[in-house]
């Protein structure tokens, strides 16, 4: 079993920056591919970021790509995102998950995961 607590969301204004934080406990953070996630209201989970076990690969979702950065401290057993740019369509209850067997094919499938956090909510006013 792995819990994951997120923490860092809020309200910012558009053109802000956050960063969110993934804090893991109960196995082996190391073995673990760390993705987020977000939900907006109305809308299907997706796909945000995912970061490889040691960090080495990152992949990132085309809405996301070149404001947001996924990373990882195995040390603290631990996974950032630091966002960016923010835009009003930012705006979701953002999801911390976990899994040992996600490929580049399942990573960006929110069925493929096994452990999530309870979410944090970042809303960016316009």
């Known amino acids: 079993q792995v819990q994951l607590v997120e923490s860092g969301g809020g309200l910012v204004q558009a053109g802000g920056s956050l960063r969110l934080s993934c804090a893991a406990s109960?196995?082996?953070?190391?073995?673990?591919?760390m993705a987020w996630f977000r939900q907006a209201p109305g809308k299907e989970r997706e796909f945000v970021a995912c970061i490889t076990w040691s960090g080495g690969n990152t992949y990132y979702s085309v809405s996301v790509k070149g404001r947001f950065t996924i990373s990882r401290d195995n040390a603290k057993n631990t996974v950032y995102l630091q966002m960016n740019s923010l835009k009003h369509e930012d705006t979701a209850v953002y999801y911390c998950?976990?899994?040992?067997?996600?490929?580049?094919?399942?990573?960006?499938?929110?069925?493929?995961?096994?452990?999530w956090g309870q979410g944090t909510q970042v809303t960016v006013s316009s």
């Open positions: 109960g196995r082996t953070f190391s073995n673990y591919i």
């Open positions: 998950a976990a899994d040992e067997t996600i490929t580049i094919l399942t990573m960006r499938r929110v069925a493929e995961y096994d452990y």
